[in-house]
């Protein structure tokens, strides 16, 4: 594993000898889901293997809380909270809305036609670019506005 899995490990430690319950289950949770990609990938994870899946149980976590306000059940909101800021102290910041506008506008100069059928294209040219410090959702939405707008 890679050294952003072995910082979680150190963590889950400190947690426990801190009497951080909360975390420790957080924690735990990510090492479990580390592991069964390592058995999925039939390999060791590297640091992008890893911020990837961090990146799903963050998405995760976002969707829960939405339903869970939804339905009026802020304490379970409140717990998943919790969880995404753990999970997401160990993600890179980030992007902000200029520093993705300038991605979005690097990748359309001279790619052609702005035309919003043209968004899947796009999006291959920015994604890697962005390199999970942006949810997908958000880099769309930018894209989209930016080929609508032929800005």
């Not at 992008?48 to 009026?72: C, H, M, P």
Request: proline share 3%; net charge neutral.
């Amino acid at each position: 594993m890679g050294s952003l899995a072995e910082r979680i490990q150190k963590d889950i430690l400190s947690a426990m000898k801190a009497g951080e319950k909360h975390r420790v289950e957080t924690l735990r949770g990510l090492s479990s889901d580390l592991k069964y990609r390592k058995i999925a990938e039939g390999r060791e994870l590297e640091d992008v293997d890893v911020q990837s899946t961090l990146q799903q149980a963050a998405k995760k976590r976002r969707e829960s809380i939405e339903v869970y306000k939804t339905g009026g059940r802020e304490d379970l909101a409140n717990r998943e909270e919790i969880e995404l800021a753990i999970i997401l102290s160990y993600l890179p910041a980030d992007l902000s809305d200029a520093d993705l506008d300038r991605l979005v506008a690097e990748a359309l100069e001279g790619s052609g036609p702005r035309d919003p059928a043209r968004l899947g294209q796009v999006m291959k040219l920015v994604m890697p670019k962005v390199s999970g410090r942006a949810p997908g959702e958000r880099v769309r939405a930018r894209v989209l506005e930016y080929l609508k707008s032929g800005a």
